[in-house]
């Protein structure tokens, strides 16, 4: 458990938060590439870390971010038009590019000397895997954008749902790094089966262990932390090991063990202190689900499951249309799709979970190793020290990878992936 301090520091992002500035030193995916893909289409309102934004491809193709309200009376840029290489605002017809350079002043007179010196604020952009990244600290700060670990290369194939969530940051990603909910949470859609290896169809998930009680061993890294969920596979229990190695990337990712078919991700981006962004995605396998598909698997489709802000036709006031009847013939939720039952546990726990009261368990090592990580990084950057992943050494995140398989109980995970000849179980 946490003191109420300690969880303000894990949780809070607005304002001068620590955590909030910690966040500002990373590149930062605020909204998809599909929300603003039009030239001269309509401006995006982008909402992150308690801050409002437009963003908008201007005419040539070129993305701009730049903060809400005009400059010149505060009107909302997000009605503006967006026309001729610029962001015309409504009310006086000021006009900003993609660089904030106010272009155009439809109120003032030609020989105002206004004319080429206002300019807005603007933020350093760029698109890559799915996602619009923008530097969201002061300028001159800015390091080179880094891909992500879940796109290494531009053709990369990534497939990506989107949810609105009322619930704060912490508590969400504490969901992704928690291998043992997955056992029974998601037990009618990860299921026990004789495979080598994780597997997955256009209806499941699969596993080899039928293992609930995972034990967890975890190691700190310079990027954040991963761990080993270590089960009885269902074959060579004696001899062999089912281990499952998460990794987070502090502060937005979490790296899911994969499957057969295609590696798994998520990217969690805070909104406010009580709201956040939640991304699944499938990457980078040879069956990497289209995006249409992956949102179908998981049900998380715009305009049937969700709306127009991709918030979610479940919601607390309907039960999350939760179906009594699906669980009495078996199924052990009663709620379809994998998010959609992540998304019940985290709204139930209110906006802002209470941790000063939970118990924890020996299945909970993660979360009390994300917790002390965490809150011992936000307490850092309040002291004026550096941002968690920002110091040397720098390890390349494209370099980074979750791993699952089963292995001679002698092999050590944290070894994984540095020695070529470590094959799991046939």
């Known amino acids: 458990m946490l003191t109420a301090e300690e969880n303000d520091l894990l949780c809070r992002v607005t304002g001068d938060a620590p955590m909030g500035k910690l966040m500002r030193a990373h590149w930062t995916p605020v909204c998809l ?9 309509t401006p995006l309102l982008v909402e992150a870390l308690g801050q409002r934004y437009v ?11 730049l903060d809400e309200l005009c400059p010149h009376r505060r009107a909302s840029l997000v009605y503006g038009r967006n026309e001729e290489c610029g962001l015309r605002c409504l009310y006086h017809g000021w006009k900003f590019d993609v660089d904030g350079n106010c272009v155009a002043m439809s109120s003032e007179p030609e020989n105002s000397p206004l004319h080429g010196k206002v300019r807005h ?10 996602f619009v990244w923008a530097w969201l600290g002061a300028e001159e700060d800015a390091p080179p954008f880094e891909p992500p670990a879940f796109c290494p290369t531009e053709d990369t194939p990534v497939a990506i749902l989107k949810m609105r969530i009322p619930a704060n940051w912490a508590q969400i990603t504490e969901g992704q790094i928690d291998s043992a909910h997955s056992s029974s949470l998601h037990s009618s859609d990860m299921k026990p089966a004789r495979v080598k290896g994780a597997a997955a169809d256009e209806t499941s998930w699969y596993r080899p262990s039928t293992d609930k009680s995972p034990r967890m061993q975890t190691e700190t890294t310079p990027y954040g932390f991963h761990y080993a969920a270590i089960r009885k596979p269902i074959r060579h229990p004696a001899t062999h090991n089912y281990l499952r190695i998460t990794e987070y990337i502090a502060p937005y990712t979490s790296l899911i063990p994969p499957n057969a078919s295609y590696n798994v991700a998520t990217v969690i981006v ?22 249409e598909e992956w949102r179908a698997f998981n049900h998380v489709v715009p305009g049937v499951n969700l709306d127009a802000r991709w918030v979610s036709e479940r919601q607390a006031e309907n039960k999350f249309l939760q179906d009594r009847a699906m669980m009495k013939e078996g199924n052990f939720t009663g709620v379809k799709g994998i998010p959609n039952q992540d998304v019940v546990m985290w709204v139930s726990m209110g906006a802002i979970v209470d941790r000063t009261s939970d118990i924890l368990g020996a299945s909970d090592l993660a979360i009390v190793e994300f917790r002390r990580l965490m809150v011992d990084a936000a307490q850092r950057v309040a002291g004026g020290g550096p941002a968690i992943g920002t110091e040397a050494p720098r390890v390349p995140h494209v370099t980074i990878a979750s791993r699952e398989g089963v292995y001679p109980k002698e092999q050590d995970w944290r070894e994984l992936g540095k020695d070529s000849g470590n094959v799991a179980a046939e």
């Open 121 to 130: 604020r603007a933020y350093p952009v760029r698109e890559w895997g799915g």
């Open 33 to 41: 590439v599909e929300e603003v893909a039009e030239p001269d289409g």
């Open 55 to 65: 963003c908008f491809r201007n005419t040539e193709g070129r993305l701009g971010l």
């Open 270 to 291: 805070p909104v406010d202190d009580e709201t956040t962004h939640f991304h699944f995605i499938a990457w980078g396998g040879e069956a990497t689900p289209s995006t």
